[in-house]
C-alpha cells in the first residue's frame, strides 16, 4: 500500500496529480448549484482561488477560515487556501455569533470564506457584535451580498494581479510537514481547541483509510458529513481526490432526501451515523426505492446492532460495510474494521490500528490493562496531532512523554487488537456504586425488536447518586410502552445498567454530523 506522504506529498500537490491521473472525469458534482467540476477543471479553480487569496495579502502560515455547508465553493476555497500555503480553519455551521468569533479570533484567521441565507442563517451578521481586528478579508461564497464583504466573484477577479506561474511555484513549495488545517473540538469542556495537523498526516491517514474502504475511481460519493468535520474534509474531500471518485455534496442531514439521491444520482458510496441507516431500514416503503449502485459504507460513533449490518448488506445491498474509530486530534481515524470482518466484529467493535499506529488500554498509571479489561485507550504514531494551537498546557496534559495520547476514552481490546468503545469518562454514571456506560447500555437496547434508535444518559437520583434516563424511538408501526422496555430490560441486563425511566421521542437532538446532543438530553431527563 503506497504511503499518502510519499505519494502526494501535500493537498497543493494532491489536486495536481489528480488533474493529471483523472483528467476530464468528474470530480465535484453539486446538484443543488447545477455545477460539476471535471478533476482538471477543479484544478483550474483552485489555482484561481488561490491566485485571489495572495492578491489579497495570504501568506504561508495564514489561517483562512470557511464557514459555510457542503457545496462546491467550500472545496474550490479550502484548496485554494491551502494552495497559497495557508492553513485551513473549518467553523461548524451551526455555531452562533460567539462561538464562531471565538474559534476566528483563537486562530487568527485573517480571511472569512461564508454564506448567507443557509438554514436562514446570516453568517456575517451574527458576527457584527464581535471585533476581530486580524479578519481583514471576507467573502460570501453563496447567498445575497453582504456590506463589507466580497462576493465570490469579486474576490476571484482580484486573482487576476497574480501571475499564475507565480501561484503554482507557492504551491509546490508547501512543505510535507507544514500545517495543513486547524479544526477545533467541539469545546464539550471549557473553550474548543484547535488541533493543529499536516498535509503529510492526513494524506498518509486516509490513503490508507480509502484503500481499507475499498474507495476507487468511478465511485460516486454522497458526502453527508459535513466538510467542517474530519470526516467529511479528510475522508471526503481528500479520499476523493487521492482515489479519482466523483465527490457529491449534500448540504443537511435528512434521511428522506439521501434515500431520494441514491437512485438519482447513482450513489455508490454512502457514508452516515448509525441513526441514518436505522431510520432507512425502519421504512415500509424500501423496496420503491432503487438502491442497487449502493457499494460501500462507513458507518459507527454510535451504539449498532448486528442485525443493521447484516441489513445494510442484505437489503441495502452493501458490499463492504467498515466501522472505525478516531477524533480530531488523531486526523480524524485511529482504528478501523476490515471489509471482510463478519458483522458481528463490525457491529460491536470500532476495528483494530491502522497500519503505522499504536493503540493501547491502560489504567489510570498508563500501564497496559489485560486483554478484555476496561481502560483508556490511547493511541501513538504518526496520526497525532502537532498539538493544541497556542495551548502548550492542554498539549502536554493530553499527550504523555512516552507520546501516547490520551483519548478520554474508556474502551476494551480483544486478543486480536479489535477495540470497543465502552464510553467516555465524561459520560459514564455511577449507579449505586457501579460504573454504567450508556453506549454499552444502548448496544443491549437496540437488539429489542420495537426500538429504532435509543440514546442513554445518567440523571441524578436521591437513593442511587445516578440512574439510566433513556430516549426511544420506535420502529414505524412497532408498539412497545415504557414499562415494558423497562421490564424487558430487566431481563436482558445488570440491574444497575436498567433505565429507571424509558421516554418515547419522535426524535433525537442531532448535531451536524448526525451524533446525539447528549447534553440537551440531561438536561430534559432531569433527576429521577
Given amino acids: 500500500m503506497p504511503r499518502g506522504d510519499l505519494e502526494f506529498a501535500t493537498t497543493p500537490r494532491l489536486v ?81 455569533g460567539t462561538e464562531a468569533a471565538y474559534v476566528l479570533a483563537k486562530s487568527g484567521a485573517t480571511a472569512l470564506l461564508t454564506v448567507n441565507g443557509f438554514l436562514d442563517t446570516d453568517y456575517l451578521e451574527l458576527l457584527a457584535a464581535h471585533d476581530l481586528p486580524a479578519l481583514r478579508t471576507r467573502v460570501v461564497l453563496r447567498g445575497s451580498p453582504a456590506a463589507g464583504a466580497l462576493t465570490w466573484s469579486e474576490f476571484l477577479a482580484r486573482g487576476e494581479a497574480v501571475d499564475p506561474q507565480r501561484a503554482r511555484t507557492t504551491a ?70 487521492m482515489t479519482g471518485a466523483t465527490l457529491l455534496p449534500h448540504a443537511v442531514f435528512d434521511a428522506q432526501a439521501v434515500l431520494d439521491r441514491v437512485p438519482r444520482d447513482r450513489i455508490s458510496m454512502l457514508p452516515g451515523p448509525p441513526a441514518l441507516f436505522q431510520t432507512i431500514l425502519a421504512r415500509n416503503d424500501l423496496d420503491q426505492f432503487d438502491l442497487s449502485s449502493l457499494r460501500l459504507s462507513v458507518t459507527g460513533a454510535a451504539a449498532i446492532p448486528v442485525s443493521m449490518i447484516e441489513a445494510m448488506r442484505q437489503r441495502l445491498g452493501f458490499e463492504n460495510v467498515v466501522t472505525g474509530y478516531g477524533l480530531t486530534e488523531t486526523c480524524g481515524i485511529a482504528t478501523m474494521c476490515r471489509h471482510d470482518d463478519d458483522a458481528e466484529t463490525i457491529a460491536t467493535t470500532s476495528g483494530r490500528a491502522i497500519d503505522g499506529i499504536d493503540v493501547e488500554v491502560v489504567a489510570d498509571d498508563g500501564t497496559e490493562v489485560p486483554r478484555g479489561e476496561p481502560g483508556e485507550i490511547v493511541v501513538r504514531g504518526y496520526n497525532v496531532m502537532l498539538g493544541y494551537f497556542d495551548d502548550p498546557a492542554e498539549t502536554a496534559a493530553t499527550i504523555d512523554a512516552a507520546g501516547w495520547l490520551h483519548t478520554g476514552d474508556i474502551g476494551t481490546m480483544d486478543e486480536r487488537g479489535y477495540i470497543k468503545i465502552t464510553d467516555r469518562k465524561k459520560d459514564m454514571f455511577i449507579v449505586g456504586g457501579f460504573n454504567a456506560y450508556p453506549a454499552e447500555i444502548e448496544g443491549l437496547m437496540a437488539r429489542h425488536p420495537a426500538i429504532a434508535q ?37 431481563a436482558e441486563m445488570a440491574n444497575y445498567k436498567v433505565p429507571r425511566v424509558v421516554e418515547v421521542v419522535t426524535e433525537l437532538p442531532l448535531n451536524a454530523t448526525g451524533k446525539v446532543l447528549k447534553y440537551e438530553l440531561r438536561a430534559r431527563g432531569g433527576p429521577s
Avoid at 454 to 466: F, I, K, N, Q, Y
Wanted: charged letters at 20%; a negative charge; glycine letters at 8%.
Fill in 16 to 96: 495536481t496529480i489528480a488533474a493529471e491521473r483523472w483528467g476530464l472525469d468528474a470530480a465535484v458534482i453539486d446538484v443543488d448549484a447545477d455545477v460539476t467540476l471535471t478533476f482538471r477543471a477543479l484544478a483550474d479553480a483552485v489555482l484561481e482561488a488561490a491566485r485571489a487569496f495572495t492578491a489579497s495579502g495570504i501568506e504561508p502560515g495564514d489561517r483562512v477560515a470557511v464557514w459555510a455547508p457542503n457545496i462546491w465553493e467550500w472545496v474550490v476555497g479550502a484548496l485554494g487556501a491551502q494552495s497559497a500555503g495557508a492553513v485551513l480553519v473549518p467553523l461548524n455551521t451551526r455555531f452562533k
Fill in 172 to 241: 509546490l513549495a508547501v512543505q510535507t510537514d507544514a500545517m495543513s488545517d486547524l479544526l477545533f473540538t467541539s469545546g464539550t469542556t471549557g473553550h474548543p481547541k484547535g488541533v493543529r495537523t499536516t498535509h503529510a498526516q492526513n494524506l498518509r491517514a486516509f490513503s490508507y483509510w480509502a484503500h481499507v474502504v475499498g474507495l476507487r475511481h468511478g465511485d460516486r460519493y454522497l458526502v453527508i458529513n459535513p466538510f467542517f468535520h474530519a470526516f467529511g474534509y479528510k475522508a471526503g474531500i481528500l479520499a476523493s481526490l
Fill in 454 to 490: 435509543v440514546a442513554v444518559v445518567g440523571v441524578p437520583d436521591t437513593r442511587l447518586g445516578e440512574v439510566g434516563y433513556a430516549f426511544v424511538i420506535l420502529r414505524d408501526e412497532a408498539q412497545a410502552t415504557p414499562d415494558e422496555i423497562i421490564a424487558w430490560c430487566r
